[in-house]
């Protein structure tokens, strides 16, 4: 078995509908491309995603494992052979919470399983809640997604500022989503590292930008990555080069 | 009306009916050997026994209502000390005056009780553990304000506290959810006393707010970046 620890990374927000799960998806997709093994944890506990942008229906989710009804192991669905999700179930409210129970049992569970893996990516749910921090919390980088608008903004640095608070986080990595032109991306992240900076004296480092695609919607109605799909499509090309920047992060 | 509210009438006389004296006699022992049952009888808080089975039915209303219950165990510091040097006597008379600041400090419907020695705890009906830890923290800055005189001496002592709150979705037994709390007391004597340990995890988190300086600058920053 391989000892090495995997490198764990949350995908965030602080509000919903940026296009969080969409991105985590095409990034595990991106980083298995590349010859790398990767589990994808769908963290909307209570409100699964995952599932749904990849047409999977799952029976044994993280629900269900926790609750020890099935083995961890067995949880994991494997969708390549270098790429594993951990489900969620759907329309669970309590999961929203987790408990310190949930909390323990969901580290033994995620450092069961985590050890076969090289990337863990965490997509945590929209908001503040317990579930969303405990998961940032664990996972070793965070990666915030916003979009350039200034309420996006606004929620980004209020999940920073949160994060940093409670658990001292000094350095968090930003992707945007949906920019409309090429320079939009850069400048929405000087002005979030420039507050950020200045506020709470933390540092940010810029992932990339993923620009509004046609085909990114298309690929979403067919259940579809995006970046398995429109090979040649903006979009792809920009998680491509995320994938490349964030294989330079190391297991701590 | 309660039957047991009557008072009791002889039918036959009223004056010096032998067994309704006898029956007041025993009423009163019953009530006696019921309050002897549930008390500590030195700082008359209620006693283990008692803590034991109201714990079982506030944690059985939890499960009904879905209000948490709150338990707080407490260590008086270094007690044994105290003791030696003072004697039991006076040892005595600082747990009188702690379980005196623990029924100034406490609302009506918390239960505080004597768990054994110098060990107490209190379980607090229907509360959130963030107003649970408040509660303890309002014990502890109580001890402060509050000196004991021992032998004509003016000592402070402090005590450590446990905190912890039991929710409805948790399936635990009453001694599962007490040996938790006591892990939390063994966390704060071994933090080095004076203090209060609970589970930060659990208090469910609120935001921290951007301030208005904050969002000023995000939203200027970001128009100018627009208009340009």
Same mark, same amino acid.
């Given at each position: 078995m391989n000892k090495k620890r995997p490198i764990t990374i949350s995908i965030t927000s602080g509000k919903g509908g940026v296009g969080k799960t969409s991105i985590a998806v095409n990034l595990a997709y991106a980083l298995m491309n590349q010859g790398h093994r990767v589990l994808l944890v769908d963290g909307d506990l209570g409100l699964a995603n995952v599932d749904i942008l990849l047409g999977i229906s799952a029976q044994t989710t993280i629900r269900t494992v926790l609750d020890g009804e099935a083995d961890p192991l067995d949880? /994991?669905?494997?969708?390549?052979? #270098?790429?594993?999700?951990? &489900?969620? !179930?759907?329309?669970? &409210?309590?999961? /929203?919470? =987790?408990?310190i129970d949930q909390q323990e049992k969901l580290t033994t569970l995620l450092s069961d399983i985590t050890s076969h893996f090289d990337y863990v990516l965490v997509d945590t749910a929209a908001g503040i809640g317990s579930s969303v921090l405990w998961l940032n919390h664990f996972a070793s980088y965070n990666i915030v997604i916003l979009t350039p608008d200034p309420t996006s903004l606004t929620d980004a640095y209020a999940i920073i500022k949160t994060i940093f608070t409670q658990f001292d986080r *000094?350095?968090?990595?930003? /992707?945007?989503?949906? %920019?409309?032109?090429?320079?939009?991306?850069?400048?929405? $992240?000087?002005?979030?590292?420039?507050?950020?900076?200045?506020?709470?004296?933390?540092? =940010?480092?810029?992932? #990339?930008?993923?620009?509004?695609?046609?085909?990114?919607?298309?690929a979403v109605r067919q259940q579809t990555p995006f970046i398995q799909k429109a090979l040649r499509c903006p979009a792809t090309r920009a998680i491509m080069l995320v994938a490349e920047r964030i294989k330079n992060l190391r297991a701590d | 009306m309660d039957h047991h509210d009557k008072p009791l009438q002889c039918p036959y006389t009223n004056n010096g009916c032998p067994a309704i004296a006898e029956i007041k006699q025993l009423k009163q022992e019953c009530e006696r050997l019921r309050k002897l049952s549930q008390h500590d009888p030195l700082t008359g808080l209620f006693n283990f026994n008692h803590l034991m089975n109201t714990l079982e039915t506030e944690m059985e209303r939890t499960r009904r209502t879905g209000l948490s219950t709150g338990f707080i165990m407490i260590d008086l510091d270094h007690f044994?000390?105290?003791?030696? *040097?003072?004697?039991?006597?006076? #040892?005595?008379?600082?747990?009188?005056?702690?379980?005196?600041? =623990?029924?100034?400090?406490?609302?009506?419907?918390?239960? &505080?009780?004597? $768990? #054994?020695?110098?060990?107490?705890?209190?379980?607090l009906p229907g509360i959130r553990l963030s107003q649970a830890v408040q509660a303890a923290e309002r014990l502890r800055a109580g001890l402060k304000d509050? &000196?004991?005189?021992?032998?004509?001496? *003016?000592?402070?002592?402090?005590? !450590?506290?446990? /905190?912890?709150?039991?929710?409805? *979705?948790?399936? %635990? !037994?009453?001694?599962?959810f007490i040996k938790r709390a006591d892990s939390l007391l063994f966390q704060a004597k071994s933090k080095g006393r004076n203090r209060v340990c609970y589970d930060k995890q659990k208090i469910t988190v609120v935001p921290t707010e951007v301030t208005t300086e904050e969002k000023d600058l995000l939203f200027s920053l970001r128009y100018r970046d627009r208009l340009s």
């Open positions: 949880a /994991v669905l494997y969708l390549k052979p #270098g790429l594993g999700i951990l &489900p969620a !179930s759907s329309g669970v &409210p309590e999961m /929203v919470s =987790l408990g *000094t350095l968090f990595y930003i /992707v945007l989503n949906l %920019i409309r032109e090429p320079k939009e991306g850069q400048k929405a $992240y000087e002005t979030l590292k420039k507050v950020a900076n200045q506020f709470l004296n933390l540092e =940010l480092e810029y992932l #990339g930008a993923i620009p509004e695609d046609k085909s990114v919607k298309e | 044994k000390r105290l003791n030696d *040097t003072f004697g039991h006597e006076e #040892g005595n008379k600082a747990l009188k005056w702690f379980s005196d600041i =623990l029924r100034n400090n406490l609302r009506r419907i918390d239960i &505080p009780c004597r $768990y #054994g020695g110098e060990e107490f705890a209190i379980i509050s &000196p004991i005189q021992l032998n004509d001496k *003016t000592i402070n002592i402090s005590a !450590s506290f446990g /905190v912890d709150t039991y929710a409805s *979705t948790e399936d %635990i !037994s009453v001694e599962a």
